[in-house]
């Protein structure tokens, strides 16, 4: 009697412990499900990782932030090659060192350790899956500045010109290899792939949405995201106009460790932080004059006698998604308060550009351009002797 009272217990213990589970995997999914609710009803910006894989590799990935109140978003592209020193395994080494195709999670959380914000969700699209999801589109658009013809694998033919790429082409843009391509070119090829995905789902989301179509959609990519979830923000990016995203990057200096070649973002980070923070902030201020609205092209100029200030300046617009045109020496060597001169009356564009660098020494020169002249850029940064590399000091 002693052993069956002892197993009833036991049983009853059990089923106590998986009520328990359920109830609290029930809970987490909920909340799950309803945190994403909320980021896309309310006053809140939705952070996720989307991640094209190949190998069991992530081939690109992009950081996407989006403000459903105001449909406006960000593109932030973080290179597999980015050099951390990777705690869990007390040693410097490339972030993807981290991926696991299975379990994505660590890699996106030291991606956001990075760039300092949250980032719950996630998307994978492999190799198999960026196929079937561009044929299942129809084809995506991208234009291609200059005709490719790499032997690969995969061999990579494209003409030149705005193409309608299917599943096949899609892949041969997305993984093709050219040692020749600068970083800030493959970065762009990364990113304008993204766009013209999202850009396609958003115009498709009606369609992806019936009941017949959602599956196959849903079974070409990997997601932490509810169904639920999922279902709800293919429409709210048919709100968004995929030509107004801002487009970033993490930027910073090659090193070489232990054989391998690593990009080390500049100032420990602190850069790729800063363009987040201000990204966010940009996103959830729709009254605000940013790149977002229009890619503004900038001229730097050095003013002082530092060699290399002026292309150590530009990477940093760059990195906010600026479009540098020029960059060279001023007239003086020894301009002392740096300038942002604004040649077109943009006051807000303006001060958001002195903000990248607290420069608070804004020139407006509108106007000033002889009829006929053309200026270099809409705005031109002179840098003087307060500007250290990455900020203006008092």
């Known amino acids: 009697?002693?052993?069956?009272?002892?197993?009833?217990?036991?049983?009853?213990?059990?089923?106590?412990?998986?009520?328990?589970?359920?109830?609290?995997l029930f809970l987490y999914l909920s909340l799950r499900s309803d945190a994403v609710d909320q980021a896309m009803k309310s006053d809140r910006i939705l952070n996720l990782a989307i991640i094209i894989e190949r190998d069991g590799k992530p081939a690109s990935t992009q950081v996407f932030l989006f403000y459903p109140a105001?449909?406006?978003?960000?593109?932030?592209?973080?290179?597999?090659?980015?050099?951390?020193?990777i705690k869990s395994l007390?040693?410097?080494?490339?972030?993807?060192?981290?991926?696991?195709?299975?379990?994505?999670?660590?890699?996106?959380?030291?991606i956001a350790g990075l760039v300092q914000a949250e980032l719950p969700y996630w998307i994978v699209f492999d190799e198999e899956g960026l196929r079937d999801a561009t044929d299942l589109l129809d084809g995506i658009e991208i234009f291609v500045p200059e005709a490719v013809d790499k032997p690969g694998p995969p061999r990579a033919l494209l003409p030149a010109g705005a193409l309608l790429l299917d599943g096949d082409k899609a892949a041969q843009y997305a993984f093709y290899a050219d040692p020749e391509e600068a970083e800030a070119d493959?970065?762009?090829?990364?990113?304008?792939?993204?766009?013209?995905?999202?850009?396609?789902?958003?115009?498709?989301?009606?369609?992806?949405?019936?009941?017949?179509?959602?599956?196959?959609?849903?079974?070409?990519?990997?997601?932490?995201?509810?169904?639920?979830?999922?279902?709800?923000?293919?429409?709210?990016l048919a709100k968004m106009d995929a030509d107004r995203l801002l487009l970033q990057r993490v930027t910073g200096a090659y090193r070489s460790v232990d054989g391998q070649r690593l990009l080390f973002p500049h100032y420990d980070g602190e850069l790729v932080r800063d363009i987040v923070k201000q990204t966010l902030n940009a996103l959830a201020n729709s009254g605000s004059a940013s790149p977002a609205d229009k890619i503004f092209t900038l001229e730097v100029l050095n003013g002082t006698p530092i060699k290399g200030l002026a292309k150590r300046a530009a990477e940093i617009f760059q990195s906010f998604g600026y479009d540098v045109v020029s960059v060279g020496n001023a007239e003086r060597d020894d301009v002392d308060r740096t300038?942002?001169?604004?040649?077109?009356?943009?006051?807000?564009?303006?001060?958001?550009?002195?903000?990248?660098?607290?420069?608070?020494?804004?020139?407006?020169?509108?106007?000033?351009?002889?009829?006929?002249?053309?200026?270099?850029?809409d705005f031109t940064v002179i840098l003087g002797k307060d500007f250290n590399g990455r900020y203006c000091i008092r």
Request: hydrophobic share 45%; proline share 3%.
């Open 186 to 236: 493959r970065a762009a090829r990364r990113q304008r792939l993204f766009q013209a995905l999202i850009r396609r789902i958003g115009e498709k989301a009606p369609w992806l949405a019936r009941r017949e179509v959602y599956p196959a959609f849903r079974g070409s990519l990997r997601t932490n995201l509810s169904d639920d979830s999922l279902r709800r923000f293919l429409p709210e």
């Open 70 to 85: 105001n449909s406006r978003a960000a593109l932030l592209d973080v290179p597999g090659e980015t050099g951390l020193i």
């Open 1 to 24: 009697m002693k052993r069956l009272a002892f197993e009833k217990s036991s049983i009853l213990l059990l089923v106590i412990c998986a009520v328990l589970a359920g109830a609290v």
């Open 339 to 377: 300038s942002v001169v604004d040649r077109f009356s943009n006051a807000e564009a303006a001060k958001s550009i002195a903000g990248v660098i607290r420069c608070e020494n804004l020139s407006l020169v509108g106007g000033a351009l002889e009829e006929g002249a053309k200026a270099e850029a």
């Open 90 to 110: 007390n040693k410097v080494d490339r972030i993807d060192v981290l991926y696991d195709r299975r379990r994505p999670g660590a890699y996106v959380a030291e």
